[in-house]
């Protein structure tokens, strides 16, 4: 069919809740996120989150992300940003280093600028 792209950016409201509870959390509003998270949970039956601190609240995010949009592939991204995927991806076994979290820069890349650096250990 020639009817456009097959490449549609499917963008969810529980994704956009929880980035936003996730950004208040980062800046240590973590009471004013919390309705955001309850909001993705209560749809979903589940109880509210109440009084955590912001490390907790930052677990109740990354958790709730990771059961909310799974097989959507925002985990790994996730982990990336969070700076969790090395002692995560290890305590199941995996071994990474931090050469397997970036890609390299293409070559063609740094020969038209050459204040880039390419990535550690490529």
Sequence with gaps: MN???????VLRYADVLLMYAEALIEQNQTTLALPY???VRKRAGLADR????????????EQERRIELA???????DL???????????????T??????????PQQ???????LKQNPGY
């Design 50 to 61: 109440i009084d955590l601190s912001q490390s907790d609240a930052r677990l109740a995010i």
């Design 109 to 115: 890349q740094i020969d038209i600028n050459p204040l």
């Design 96 to 105: 990474l280093s931090e050469r397997d979290l970036l890609f390299p820069i």
């Design 80 to 94: 990336l940003r969070t700076g969790r995927a090395l002692t995560l991806m290890r305590a199941t076994g995996k």
């Design 37 to 39: 998270l309850n909001q």
């Design 71 to 77: 097989f959507e592939g925002h985990r790994w991204f």
């Design 3 to 9: 009817d456009g792209d097959g490449n549609w950016i």
